[in-house]
Structures are given as structure tokens and as C-alpha cells.
């Protein structure tokens, strides 16, 4: 599995181009699930796993990996499957979101696929399984699910996306009645949190589900006012996004006259040294790591209506 992840670090140039790589994984059943490359650190087959008290119930034990703790999810009953039952076959998906380290029990890891966030679909709706879908892809005639791990985080252990009450009474934003914030995500999880946290900030907010969507609706808002800013303070934008990604989105405000002074904030689970290089070289004005309120709510601040 060690070969699987080892090119990994020489594949960000993909990014910025709207492309991405998956690892492809099973849990219960023939299904194929799909993660971004990025988010993941190594595959190992399951290790030991310990059991401690009053651990959340999708919570299978705790591993210590390379002198780390880490919490162990059964991906299959967090889905509302049944739990992965054969721990000496399975394996662990170490991957980093919102600035923590997670162990990920899958019942199996294939191979990565090579593909572009135009390929990648909002999924069907409904209930069941399909509520825990961020995304759908098609690959050699088989449907790839790719799961909204940010609501399954956030279902075992809810983010706090209340501010602290110092950043809170500090903050002071200008052209309240005017102007709006933009927030492009695809994970409804993900957009109420941010909701949340800057509610207390009084601005009206508009919603898109990916890049394209942002994108073309941003495009309108700019044909109904003549000037972006004139009605838009600030953009806030995840990465990983179905039919076009968070860098891809910028890049194109930045080559669209009428678009290209809005002010763009990237706001995602994706870590790793690379993201601050695609910041400055899609033109990006700022990247938050998710989820901090404080430091998001700065943000809007330093820059909503800052012409």
C-alpha cells in the first residue's frame, strides 16, 4: 500500500488546473468510494485498535500510530451501514481534516484514479446513504460516491462555530446594507457553520454549491450592478468542489474584468504546504483553514468592501 501513496507529494501540480486524484476504497459492499489524495497522509492495514470509555459509537477504538493517537472511524456504520466486522482484512485511511488527524476504517483500498473536478457530480437527493454524499463520479461505467466526511466529523464530535466573546464585540464591518457575503461550498454542512459564525456580523449571505455555480451567478450579480464590489464584499470559498474547484474558481474571477477586484477568502479541510503557493499563484487574498470562527470572521472583516 506504501507504493500507492508514494508519488503523492509530486502530484500537486494538479492543482489549480481542475484536477484531482482519488484513492479508491470499499467498506461493506461492492460500492467504490472515492477521498482527494490530498487529504490523505498513509494507508495501513488496521493495527491494533484499543477501546476506551464513553468513545462516540462510530468510533471503533483508538490506534497509535508513529507516537500519535488517533481516533478510528468505521466509515460503514458512520454512513448507516453495518460495522466493518473483519478488523485483520481491513484497513486505515490516515487522512487530515480541519486541521485534526482521523483514522478512517475501510473494508478495502484499491487504487487512485486520475480525474477533474468537471467530472465530479452534486450527488442525487434523498435520504438513507445518499445524505452523506458530497459528490457522485463517473468512472469506467461505475458510479464513485464520495462521502461528505465534514458531516460525519461534525455528527461525532459538532463544531463550535459560536465566536469568542472578544473577536465578537471587536468586530466592525462597514457597508452593512449594501453589500453581501458569497459563500461557495458543497457540503451543507460546511455552509451552515459558516452561517453560523458570521451571523453575528449582520450581513446579508448568498449560497452556491460549487465553483461553476458561484461563478455564474457571480457573473450575473456583476451584469446587474456594473461592478462586483458593488454589491458583493467578499467571497468565501471551499477547494474540493463538484464541475469546478475552489482554485479554478478564483483563477477565473481574476481573469474576468468585471469580476477580478473581488476579494476572495479560501476556506477549506485541505492541509499540507502547497496551499499557500496555489493562494498566491491563483490570486487569492486570503486561506482559512476550516473551522475556525475567529479567525474567519477577521478575514471577512480585513477584507468585505476593502476596494
Known amino acids: 500500500m506504501s507504493e500507492i501513496m508514494n508519488s503523492v507529494n509530486q502530484r500537486t501540480q494538479l492543482v489549480g488546473e481542475n484536477r484531482l486524484e482519488l484513492l ?51 466509515m460503514s456504520m458512520a454512513t448507516g451501514g453495518k460495522k466493518i466486522e473483519d478488523l485483520s482484512t481491513a484497513f486505515i485511511i490516515i487522512a487530515e481534516y ?7 476504517l475501510v473494508g478495502s483500498v484499491e487504487r487512485i484514479i486520475n480525474t477533474n473536478w468537471q467530472s465530479i457530480m452534486p450527488p442525487p437527493k434523498g435520504s438513507g446513504r445518499a445524505s452523506y454524499l458530497t459528490a457522485v463520479t463517473q468512472i469506467e461505467d461505475e458510479l464513485i460516491e464520495i462521502l461528505d466526511v465534514e458531516k460525519i466529523l461534525n455528527e461525532i464530535s459538532p463544531v463550535k462555530t459560536d465566536l469568542s466573546a472578544d473577536v465578537a464585540s471587536s468586530l466592525k464591518v462597514e457597508n452593512k446594507q449594501e453589500k453581501i457575503i458569497f459563500i461557495a461550498d458543497d ?121
Open 187 to 307: 457540503s451543507s454542512v460546511a455552509r451552515n457553520q459558516i452561517k453560523r459564525a458570521l451571523s453575528s456580523l449582520g450581513l446579508k449571505i448568498e449560497l452556491a454549491k460549487n465553483g461553476l455555480e458561484a461563478l455564474d451567478r457571480l457573473k450575473e450579480i456583476a451584469a446587474e450592478t456594473g461592478e462586483i464590489t458593488d454589491k458583493v464584499g467578499v467571497l468565501i470559498s471551499d477547494i474540493e468542489m463538484p464541475e469546478m474547484d475552489g482554485y479554478t474558481l478564483t483563477a477565473e474571477i481574476r481573469n474576468t474584468p468585471e469580476l477580478k477586484k473581488l476579494h476572495v477568502i479560501l476556506h477549506t479541510s485541505l492541509s499540507g504546504v502547497f496551499n499557500q503557493a496555489m493562494v498566491e499563484k491563483v490570486g487569492a487574498d486570503d486561506f482559512i483553514a476550516k473551522f475556525h470562527p475567529d479567525e474567519l470572521a477577521t478575514s471577512v472583516q480585513k477584507w468585505f468592501g476593502n476596494d
Open 98 to 104: 480541519n486541521s485534526s488527524v482521523q483514522g478512517f
Open 24 to 74: 479508491l476504497f470499499k467498506l461493506n459492499s461492492r460500492q467504490r468510494f472515492g477521498i482527494n489524495v490530498f487529504k490523505v497522509r498513509e494507508v495501513l492495514q488496521c493495527p491494533p485498535l484499543t477501546s476506551m470509555p464513553r468513545l462516540n459509537k462510530l468510533v471503533r477504538g483508538i490506534a497509535h500510530i508513529r507516537g500519535q493517537t488517533i481516533s478510528v472511524i468505521d
